[in-house]
C-alpha cells in the first residue's frame, strides 16, 4: 500500500513561500537579519534608467546566504535559484542569471565593507561581541595565480562547458579565463620589460616570478611547499561570541604591522576598542605593542614561536630595571644607557668600569663591556610581562579556541579557500562578504541556541509571561523579532524599510 500523491493538484489556498521552508531553517533567519541591514547605499548606486534591477536586498539575501552554505560562483547561485527551496525563498522566486550575479558584486565590491561592518554592529545590538579580549589572525588565502594552474582550470572549464561556447553561453568562468590571460600577459610583458632595462642583454632569470594573474597578491614562500601566490586575509574575532568585529587584507604575507589596521577598524566602524588584543608570536613585536598602548588596549601577545622559547638571544639572559633603564648580566654586572641612536632606534648600554665577564657585545678599549639594544627587544620585554600577569597565559591559551576555529569555519565550514576574482579592490570585497555570511552564521547559531533569557546580560529580554522552558528555533525568532526590531530601529533602520508586517506575520 502507498500513499497517493498528486503533482497536478492545485493548491486550495495561494501557499505563502515561507510555507515552503522549514521554520526551523537557518534562511529564516538569514532573511531576518539581512533585512534588518540598512542597504541605502548599494540603493543609491542604481540610476532611474534602464531595465528595473533586481533589489539588492534580494541579490545580497541569496549572495550571503550562498556564501554560508558554501555556495560562492555565481552560476550555481544561479542554479540555486531554479531548483533550491530556500535560495527560492530568499529570491522571492525571481531567478537571476550568473552575469547579474557578478554585475552585483562588481558594482557592490566597495559597499561590502558597511555590510560586514553592520553585521559586527547588529551582533553587539543583540548583546554579542561585547569586546573584551579579541583575537586577531591573519589566514593566507590563495589565488589559482600561476600560469599551470590557469591552464589547469581553462582545460577543467573546457571539459565542463565545451570549448566553443557562444555568445550566449559565455560563462563566468570563460569571462574570467580572458580576463586573466589578459591579465597574465600584461604582467608578464611589464616583467619582461623592466628586467630588459633593469639587465640589458640579459636572459631573464626565471625566479624572478611574478604573480602572473594578480600584481596585488603576495608571494609566499614555505619551506617544501614551494612559492605560492597569497592574500594575506586578517580578521579580529571577538573571544566570547566569535563574531567578527574588524577584518581588512593586509598588504605583507608578515603579520607583524596588521594590529594597527585592526584596531583602528574597531574604532572607526564599531566606535569601540576591545580591553585586550590577543595575538601570536607574528605580532609580537614594538609595532604591536604602540599601537594597542596609544589606544589603551592591553597586548596580550607571545613574542617567540610556541617550542621555541629556549632559543632566546644573548640579551635575554641579562635583566632589565626599566624604572632606572639599565641592564644586568648573569654576573650582576650592570650596563647603563649611554645613548640612542638617531638613525635606527639603537640603545647603547654600558659597564661603568673594566668589569671580569664578557658579557656585552664587545669591550671597549680600558675593557668596560658594551651591549647594544635594538628598539624591537625592549618592546618584547614589556609584551612579555604583561604575559607573565595573572590570567594572561590562561587568555593566550584561549584564543586557539576562537580564532583558528573561526578560519577553520571559513575554510572547512563554508568551503572558503580561495579567492575567486582577482586584484586588491575585488579580494577586499570578497573578504568582507566571507565575513559578512561568517557573522550571519554565527548569529544565526547564537540566536537559536539563546532560549531567550539565558541572555539576560544582554539588550534582549524576553516579554510576557511564556515558561523558560527549552524554545526551539520557531519560538526563539517569536520572542527575539519584536527586540530584534526595537533594537535595530533606532540604530539603522528607517521605519518605512521595516517590514513591520512580515515581522508581524513571524510572531
Ligand atoms: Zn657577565
Known amino acids: 500500500m502507498f500513499r497517493t500523491y498528486d503533482q497536478s493538484q492545485p493548491f486550495l489556498l495561494p501557499p505563502s513561500l515561507r510555507d515552503f521552508v522549514d521554520e526551523g531553517h537557518p534562511a529564516h533567519l538569514i532573511n531576518d537579519l539581512v533585512d534588518l541591514l540598512d542597504l541605502t547605499m548599494l540603493e543609491a548606486r542604481y540610476g532611474s534608467l534602464g531595465q528595473p534591477a533586481y533589489h539588492p536586498r534580494l541579490m545580497l539575501k541569496v549572495t550571503l546566504y550562498g556564501f554560508t552554505v558554501g555556495i560562492f560562483s555565481s552560476r550555481k547561485l544561479q542554479r540555486a535559484c531554479q531548483e533550491n527551496l530556500a535560495f527560492k525563498y530568499l529570491a522571492g522566486m525571481e531567478t537571476p542569471a550568473f552575469k547579474t550575479f ?31 579580549a579579541v583575537a586577531l589572525d591573519g589566514t593566507k588565502v590563495e589565488i589559482d595565480a600561476l600560469l599551470d594552474q590557469a591552464k589547469a582550470a581553462d582545460a577543467r572549464e573546457d571539459r565542463e ?80 561570541s566569535q563574531i567578527i568585529v574588524a577584518n581588512h587584507i593586509e598588504d605583507s604575507v608578515s603579520d607583524a604591522h596588521a594590529a594597527g589596521p585592526a584596531l583602528a577598524g574597531m574604532e572607526q566602524d564599531l566606535g569601540a576598542l576591545p580591553r585586550e588584543l590577543v595575538t601570536d608570536a607574528g605580532y609580537g613585536n614594538k609595532d604591536t605593542l604602540e599601537r594597542c598602548q596609544e589606544r589603551g588596549v592591553t597586548p596580550v601577545s607571545a613574542t617567540a614561536r610556541e617550542g621555541k622559547e629556549g632559543h632566546a638571544g644573548k640579551l635575554d639572559r641579562f635583566s632589565y630595571d626599566g624604572g632606572l633603564d639599565r641592564f644586568a648580566c648573569p654576573h650582576g654586572q650592570v650596563f647603563v644607557f649611554v645613548r640612542e641612536h638617531a638613525s635606527d632606534g639603537t640603545r647603547t648600554y654600558r659597564t661603568a668600569d673594566p668589569v671580569p665577564c664578557t658579557c656585552g657585545h664587545y669591550e671597549t678599549a680600558d675593557g668596560r663591556e658594551v651591549i647594544r639594544v635594538g628598539p624591537g627587544h625592549l618592546a618584547k620585554r614589556v609584551l612579555r610581562r604583561i604575559m607573565d ?100 530601529l533606532h540604530h539603522f533602520i528607517r521605519p518605512a524599510t521595516l517590514s513591520v508586517g512580515r515581522l508581524a506575520h513571524a510572531a
Open 102 to 132: 557578478i554585475e552585483f558584486r562588481q558594482r557592490h565590491r566597495d559597499d561590502m565593507k558597511a555590510v560586514f561592518v553592520q553585521t559586527a554592529k547588529l551582533a553587539r545590538e543583540l548583546g554579542f561581541a561585547r569586546l573584551g
Open 161 to 240: 562547458y565545451g570549448p566553443d561556447a557562444d555568445g550566449y553561453r559565455v560563462s563566468e568562468e570563460l569571462a574570467r579565463r580572458e580576463q586573466r590571460l589578459k591579465k597574465i600577459k600584461e604582467a608578464k610583458a611589464a616583467l619582461e620589460q623592466r628586467e630588459r632595462e633593469d639587465h640589458p642583454g640579459a636572459p631573464i632569470d626565471p625566479d624572478k616570478q611574478v604573480s602572473f594573474a594578480d600584481h596585488d597578491a603576495r608571494c609566499f614562500t614555505k619551506p617544501g611547499d614551494g612559492t605560492r601566490y597569497v592574500y594575506n586575509a586578517q580578521a579580529a574575532v571577538d573571544m566570547d
Open 389 to 488: 600577569e595573572p590570567g594572561r597565559r590562561e587568555l593566550y591559551r584561549r584564543r586557539k579556541c576562537t580564532v583558528e576555529p573561526s578560519f577553520g569555519q571559513i575554510k572547512a565550514g563554508m568551503g572558503f579557500r580561495r579567492f575567486f576574482y582577482r586584484g586588491l579592490r575585488n579580494v577586499r570585497g570578497e573578504w568582507d562578504l566571507v565575513c559578512a555570511a561568517f557573522n550571519l552564521r554565527k548569529l544565526a547559531a547564537l540566536l537559536a541556541n539563546t532560549s531567550g533569557h539565558a541572555n539576560a546580560a544582554g539588550p534582549i529580554r524576553r516579554r510576557g509571561a511564556r515558561g523558560t522552558s527549552a524554545l526551539g528555533p520557531h519560538s526563539v525568532r517569536m520572542a527575539l523579532l519584536p527586540d530584534i526590531r526595537d533594537a535595530l
